[in-house]
């Protein structure tokens, strides 16, 4: 079945460690929430799973998992502790 | 200070029409705690002292070394070995000898913060490690106090401001509950910082709080900015209380006395790590499970000893796999095989002893070259 998802295009930005791990520009096909982003994501790039961050979904934190639209924007960030 | 000292000296910000004389007298009947007089406190402190408010304390125990000079721009090198909350108290007097001025030249503990923290209406939080971090945001949380939060790693920086006043405002529980686990996340001695971006940083938060104390513009209450140093590039999200963050802050002083903040965010030293020496001797003696928690194919292999091979990820799963009341777990630098010593504490409680090899098989065979 030919996802409706097949011509999405979907940006995603990733803060930190994460950027370091995954580089600067990644994507990601065939994702309809966020729960399947990260399994893709977390798939492609293992070390991503030992990592913490949260996830927001045009620029609003999500707490669980959240439909994604065309065009969206989706960022991961890991928490900060230098000062 | 005299009436006329008091214009000469805000001159040029009393004449912004937001701000005004109202915006001056209501800076300096404001009382602002700096926790942490490094890369983020500097700047802050700075501007805070120059804009003219009128009590200032300043929290942190560490002293002055030669590598914090590129970002903890008010020390010199005749600093070096001297209190950093005396010496920036000094500094910042010469600036401004009009404010007050405390040094708190103490640790910030479960035992103190309340005490020091219920003193001020606006907490900064320029501190660089994780257990402290979430000690200042409950206690803010708890006290009801705004909360000015910086943080930054490598060439990105992050701000907030938490209200803490209503059910509906935001702390830095809501964006992250719980705190990272040992070796998820790098500190600046370990990741490197760029000098100028705590800079940048630092003087943001220097200008949220004057916001918060003056109420002129639009302060990041239920927002996080961040920065990167790098392409430019910012980014501001909104965010939104949890339901269960209310259940994360202790209720009452007395629970958050009884917080160990240190060990929920495993502070860097552990009871149960042991250096090379002991672990020799401990193999010597024999009887104990030795767990190599690296993933399989990690360099260098170890054909010295004999051990099992158990992936971090995989350790509680198979935990069955070790039979000895006595384990060691190693891995390339003692990181990880921390984490695994203290999951595998977890499963067995107090019917094993469970260390972790510090330094990890680097330190270990750097050591053996060396005998």
């Not at chain 1, 439909?67 to 928490?79: D, H, K």
């Not at chain 2, 106090?145 to 701000?159: D, P, T, W």
């Not at chain 2, 630098?333 to 977890?346: D, F, M, P, V, Y």
Request: with cysteine.
């Amino acid at each position: 079945m030919l996802s409706r998802n097949y011509f999405m295009s979907i940006k995603i930005i990733l803060f930190g460690k994460l950027a370091d791990i995954a580089g600067n520009s990644v994507s990601v096909d065939n994702v309809a929430d966020t729960d399947s982003l990260i399994n893709s994501l977390h798939k492609k790039y293992p070390a991503l799973t030992n990592t913490k961050y949260v996830i927001a979904v045009d620029k609003q934190i999500i707490k669980e998992n959240t439909v994604i639209n065309n065009n969206s924007t989706v960022a991961l960030l890991p928490p900060f502790s230098g000062g | 200070m005299s009436v006329q000292n008091l214009y000469d000296r805000y001159h040029r910000q009393i004449i912004l029409p937001e701000f005004g004389e109202e915006g001056q007298q209501k800076l300096l009947k404001a009382k602002v705690l700096a926790i942490g007089a490094g890369g983020l406190g500097c700047p802050a402190l700075q501007y805070l002292v120059a804009a003219g408010v009128g009590t200032i304390g300043i929290v942190d125990d560490d002293v002055i070394a030669l590598n914090n000079l590129h970002r903890q721009v008010l020390y010199s090198v005749n600093d070096i070995g001297l209190s950093k909350a005396e010496r920036a108290a000094k500094i910042l007097h010469q600036l401004n000898p009009e404010i007050k001025i405390i040094a708190y030249n103490e640790r910030l503990t479960t035992q103190n913060a309340l005490m020091i923290i219920d003193e001020y209406e606006i907490i900064i939080d320029g501190t660089d490690n994780f257990s402290t971090r979430y000690m200042i945001n409950d206690a803010c949380a708890l006290l009801n106090k705004f909360l000015v939060y910086g943080a930054i790693s490598q060439f990105e920086g992050q701000v907030s401001v938490f209200r803490n006043d209503n059910a509906d405002d935001v702390n830095y529980r809501d964006i992250f509950p719980d705190p990272p686990k040992e070796g998820e996340v790098l500190n600046c001695a370990e990741a490197g910082v760029l000098g100028v971006l705590p800079g940048i940083i630092g003087t943001m938060m220097a200008n949220e709080t004057i916001k918060l104390i003056t109420g002129i513009g639009e302060p990041l209450i239920n927002q996080l900015f961040t920065y990167n140093a790098l392409n430019n590039q910012v980014y501001q999200l909104s965010l939104s209380a949890r339901k269960e963050t209310g259940s994360l802050i202790p209720k009452d002083e007395s629970a958050f006395l009884k917080i160990d903040y240190e060990w929920l965010c495993a502070a860097p030293i552990q009871q149960n790590e042991i250096d090379s020496d002991i672990f020799n001797e401990m193999m010597a003696k024999g009887h104990i499970d030795v767990v190599d928690v690296r993933e399989l194919h990690e360099m260098p292999a170890v054909n010295e000893f004999k051990h099992i091979k158990i992936p971090l990820a995989q350790v509680a799963e198979n935990a069955s796999l070790i039979k000895s009341d006595t384990v060691i777990t190693f891995c390339q630098t003692g990181k990880r095989s921390l984490q695994a010593a203290k999951i595998l504490s977890g499963i067995f409680g107090e019917s094993k002893k469970i260390y972790s090899l510090r330094g990890g098989i680097v330190e270990w065979k750097k050591q053996k070259q060396t005998v």
